[in-house]
């Protein structure tokens, strides 16, 4: 009973005491309820003002959710979320000290003087109204001013009245007990109530400077006439242009809008902070510092980025050179081995005949010594006696003629091999050494005449050092027989015609008739009424004067005349089809040098046998190939040697012209086209190219060239003869040996001690004349040429014919034309500059035309696929790259220079988010980008115009250039930002910054390419200059110009600066929010915007990359 009386007792204390207790509570909530509605009459009381405090910060929330919802709705494009910058801006709850010392100053009446939402938007909405002050209200107008209506003050509401502070349509009367604005509130001029100053301000109480008469710190002054009047509170919150002294200082954080601190040491404060930031180890920074210093990190990034590059360059370098040096040792080696191994069948051979010509004297003497003899011997005393006499040189052939007798029997068929007879060893070496082909035992130093480009059917060789024995064994074996070849007689010519184990090349036949080449638009003739043919397996030589139309003609039958006018017709095998159509099998040599000069000899010659040479062949025998064009060629001393450039100096002139050949030759042509190869060669070399070139007429291939007087040595070396008079006529296409019999017949004979082609051609120019019993003029001699083959004569021609038919008639104007300055047709100079245009035009619409046409492809030979052209392209082009590191570094320093020049003038602006500072950088970026993106396709433009022509893939070069051009684009803007972003020190991070720049570099990249495939070099870096700094200017200067700000949305760099200002506004908050909206509003942009910008600027770069691969294609020479 005792302890459930206890228990009882302590459950009545229990709920007595809650009862007191929610009394009390109700007690104060009602007394404050009753206080936000009248007065706060014990707001002193310390119970009390923590519970007034939350109600009037839970009153508050409202207000600051329709300010931060008002602004989010009219400023969306500066806020992208509107609960996270409203917690950045108006959320206290961490620091409600201003709300205390408030409702203490104003007597528990802070709620009658708070701003309801119609009041705030009323303050808001001159914002973007772009007004300097308020209108007049119904508390502040023309009539009514009262106290509250000066800035830094504000008024109450009357005792009666009720506010609404969710109220959005309404301003309430607010004209009574007007006092100065408390700290934490801003109370602006022309509004009569209290605004909570956001997070990163400082609203203090404001105290009269008497030397100035203004509020410090803040910028009005005392109202005149108003002795009572006193210095408020803050007046205004704006942008930081306009309300500066209400922005925390830098140097200095703000916890609370009412207090302000120093930034300690080790830490930094930019302005509006609402804490202290630690510095990044490795920098510098003091007391009240307001940036970090980041040099340091700076100075490591770069010294980063050119330690990576360095090793890159230097690495790759040293494992260049090592692996040249090492391939060049096992070359040397495989070269050796293969002369060791041709040389022994010659030193077999040596043995041979010494042994022969030994066994022979044996014989003649024994048989002097039996002749005095009585025939009474028995035959095997003979043998025996002989047996003794050849004992000590049977060892010399005896071990062959076991062996190979022995594979005889077994292998080899009766009706073709003649058996050895082991009794009569001189007699079967006499007969091997007349009739080799009847004793396949003895071909020890047989030469194989399977393909030069077929490996045998055994294991095929892999590494470098099988791949280069095996290409020298041949090539040795080739040398052989071309010895054995100077020898062979018809039927073995037919033999080796005819082997079916011989790789051969499809041969081409290209006939003309009645050839007639006009430029268009101006009815000039280049060439007239050519008709012949030229053959596979022979030397043609194009020979005539200046203006004869050589290099016009080889054009034509390569099918590269553009611009012209084409008569006539051109067959191929004899069929009508284009000659384009067997451009993978057609080899033409220009007559300049367009060779890549970074690129060694052998590097050349073999990548252009990787992209031409039959994609089943495999790399032993492409191997071959080169090797066999570098050794006929006479290219082995400076096969590692860089060809050079005007600039660098690399091998000499006149090897330079004998690698521009090679490049035709390792493809293994069918038509082989050669404009003047011999010029700038001497005797010497002139006369190893066209040994080479013999070699490969051997082999079916169709050779024609052009040539300026070729000496007497190389003029015999020619098999066919074209030769053309000025005007574009044939004087004399046939062989060259019966040429001079030919002018001979004309009365034509050429001088002793005179190069027969030198005299045809004086002939031609006019400089010799012919004999004067001859009768022939050198213009007649096209017409002679006709009428010698049956040709059909042209109309103007006819008059010329007549007379030569009939000589008696007088002589007329030669070639039938009339009197000199007769007829001709006085244009104007509109007309002759109409004719000019038109002229132009026609030859780029031809050209266009050339380029984009199609033709089907009949040369049978299919080369490797566009993929591993890239992949050769793309090995071929970092190659270059490596050579070029110089070039690279200095723009990599250019690049470091800009963005320390940049960073250090253009600190990063607060009022503007950085954008000048980012708008040098855009103009720098671009401008040194552009011109460094010009050399990928400006410098070696011929070399790809040489390439495309022959068939190789535009598409694989395109892409490996820009693949390479990569490693700049990602390297180049973290060069510029290790500078720039450390000395602007910007909000934005740095892999912001790097990320919009990478975009840039890309962008330009890109319109770089177009410029330098559109334009010449020169007029191509003028662009590259204007097009940064005009369409910048554009993109800034759209504010009052409509047409201006249409225009800007096809300038790139308003979506680079667009980016770099908006990654830069995001970090900007609290009291930076109306500075953000007011610069994203007058520039234009948003914050939502980001990814847009990036799109953009990767779409541009993608489609000036579309643009300039078209310009590729399209308008190529």
Known sequence: MHKMGLKKLKVCTFCSLSIWVFVLLSFLLNTAQCQDVNDYDQVENPDVLPIVISIVNNRLSPLTNLLSKDISERAGFCIKDQKTEWNKAFNFESNLDFLASCILQTRGSIMRRVCTAAEAKFYIDMFFRNASSLRPNRNCNLTSWVAGCEPGWACSVGQNETVDIENSKVIPSRTTDCQPCCAGFFCPRSLTCMIPCPLGSHCPQATLNTNTSLCEPYNYQLPPGKPNHTCGGANIWA???????????????????????????????????????????????DSHTSIQDLHAYGVMLIAAIFTLL???????????????????????????????????????????????????????????????????????????????TFE???????????????????????????????????????????????????????????????????????????????AYAQIEKEKAQQQDDE???????????YDPEM??????????????????????????YVTGKIRPGRITAVMGPSGAGKTTFISALAGKAMGCKVTGLVLINGKNESIRSYRKIIGYVPQDDIVHGNLTVEENLWFNAKCRLPACLTKPDKVLVVERVIESLGLQSVRDSLVGTVEKRGISGGQRKRVNVGLEMVMEPSLLILDEPTSGLDSASSLQLLRALRHEALEGVNICMVLHQPSYSLFQMFDDLVLLAKGGFTVYHGSAEKAEQYFADLGIHVPDRVNPPDHFIDILEGIV??????????????????????????????????????????????????????????????????QDVSCNVTIHRDSIRHNLLKFKDLSRRRTPSVLWQYRYFLGRVAKQRMREAKVQATDYLILLLAGACLGTIAKSGEENFGAIGYTYTIIAVSLLCKIAALRSFSVDKLQYWRESASGMSSLAYFLAKDTVDHFNTVIKPAVYLSMFFF?????????????????????????????AIFF???????????????STLVAIRTQDNEVLKKMSIFCYPKWALEAFVISNAERYYGVWLITRCGALLKSGYSLHDWTLCIAILVLTGVISRAIAYLGMITFQK
């Not at 000395?983 to 990249?1005: A, D, G, H, I, K």
């Open 239 to 285: 942008d930081i242009g306009t309300s500066r002294e209400v922005f925390c200082s830098a140097g200095s954080y703000c916890p609370s809008t009412v207090q302000e601190k120093p930034c300690s040491s080790g830490h930094y404060c930019r302005t509006g902070s609402t804490s202290e930031k630690r510095c990044f180890k490795l920098t510098s920074c």
């Open 310 to 388: 360095l090793t890159i360059y230097n690495c790759s370098d040293q494992v260049l050179n090592t692996r040249e040096r090492r391939l060049a040792k096992t070359r040397e080696a495989a070269a050796r081995s293969a002369r060791e191994t041709a040389k022994a069948p010659e030193r077999w051979k040596a043995d041979k005949n010494a042994a022969t010509k030994r066994t022979s004297g044996l014989q003649t003497r024994t048989s002097q010594r039996i002749s005095f003899k009585k025939a009474t011997k028995e035959p095997d005393e003979e043998l025996k006696i002989f047996d003794q």
């Open 392 to 470: 000590t040189d049977e060892h010399l052939y005896t071990p062959v003629y076991m062996s190979t007798s022995s594979e005889s029997l077994s292998s080899s068929a009766p009706s073709k091999v003649q058996p050895i007879e082991p009794n009569n060893p001189i007699q079967v070496m006499l007969e091997i050494e007349d009739t080799p082909e009847n004793y396949v035992e003895f071909e020890v130093s047989s030469h194989d005449r399977k393909s030069k480009g077929q490996t045998t059917k055994g294991k095929r060789p892999r590494t470098h050092s099988q791949i280069f024995k095996y």
């Open 487 to 497: 020898n062979l007689t018809f039927s073995g010519v037919v033999s080796v015609a």
């Open 503 to 528: 790789r051969k090349r499809p041969l081409i036949e290209v006939s003309f008739k009645d050839l007639t080449l006009t430029l268009k638009g101006k009815d000039k003739h280049l060439l007239r």
């Open 769 to 834: 004349t012919p004999s004067r019993s001859s009768g022939v003029n050198y213009k007649e001699l096209p017409v002679r040429w006709m009428l010698h083959n049956g040709y059909p004569v042209p109309p103007e021609l006819q008059q010329t014919a007549a007379r030569i038919a009939t000589p008696s008639v007088s002589p007329a104007p030669a070639n039938g034309t009339s009197p000199p300055h007769a007829g001709i047709d006085e244009r104007s100079f509109a007309g002759d500059l109409w």
């Open 983 to 1011: 000395f602007t020190n910007p909000r934005s991070s740095f892999s912001e910054n790097y990320t919009v720049l990478l975009c840039l570099v890309y962008c330009v990249t890109g319109i770089g390419y177009a410029f």
């Open 1016 to 1030: 010449q070099p020169g007029p191509a870096q003028l662009w590259s200059v204007l097009v940064p700094v005009v």
